[in-house]
């Protein structure tokens, strides 16, 4: 039997770094605890701001560790629908909700605790070029993980990298850096969690030589009223609009080489809530004969090129429009990333077929639906 202090202690501390914008936003993030063979883990669809018992799935842990034993189809889809499959049979008689993702991982990690969280100053240096070495040279006790699909071929890396340290060093990492993606922080209980993200994020910002600039900037507010009239042409009646500007985009938006470091996705939570690219829109579009038309129009190629509708919209010399509160605490959380980035060799985003991937991604189509 758990023991109830401890899903009370998880529920308290996934809380406490769920409603903190600096760790993790809207439906990003997930934790658990273990004991004996129970794994309690974060339920999809769940925010962890807010979460209760409900919001965690309980799961057999040698169950859901059988899938080590097993063999997989090398093709993508079926592998992660046959994996998917087994992680739901692992689930503990009664249960009905959808185990997270990355419960896989969490379930390997031998640790009672496990927080896996996505701070931007983390980001800064998970999606930065020099991202691995800034890693090794302030946290040498981590374990760092390139790109790679999430889900199982995620958990299997962490795995066999695991391995490995613990027979180099004798015990299992318990800080995991994950490129483009975030950071998992495992110890036996709530204190030794706090105590690890207290020193990543004291070391992370202490080495993060220039903040986001997200000071009030004045908009051209003739300019912002052609764009917001064209886009209504675009979106469907009812679309939010919501206007975004200050000075670390009026930087941004000069032109399409200084808007390029926010120009595509970091991570798959930036895919997933703010999609996988913005348009950008020159500032040509003025100059037509009919402004709203020409944004319009440029909001139908994006459509077209692409298959879906953009979430953002950059205009150049004149501001954001994101079509909803997620969407654009996402590409917040882009522009701060973007930023932190710099002091670590520069932004890299996610590689290409990554991002095809998400995009895919059967799973993630699922969060994003509950997102809305
Ligand atoms: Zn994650």
Redesign the pocket.
Known sequence: MMARRDLGDLIEVSRRYGSDARYVLVG???TSVKEGDDLYVKASGFALGTITEQGFVRMSLSKLNLIWDKGYPVDKKMREQQVLADMMAARCEGETARPSV?ALLHGLIPFAFVV?L?PAIVNGITCAQSGEAAVRELFPEALWIPLVN?GYILAKIVRDASLGYEKKHGYWPQMIF?QN??VFVAAKDVQGIEALYDRIMERAGSHVMRKPVFLEAKADETRMGLVKDGLSRYYPAGTTLLPLFNRELQTRLQNAEAFHPISSSF???HIVYSGFAPVWIGEEVFAAEDPREAVAAACRAFEMVNGVVPKIVAVQKTCVFATSENALNLYLDTIKVAAFAESFGGPRFMDDDQIDFIRTWEVESYRSKLAK
Do not use: V, Y
């Open positions: 990003g993030g997930n990355e896996h996505h999430p994950l993606h975030g991570t798959p939570d």
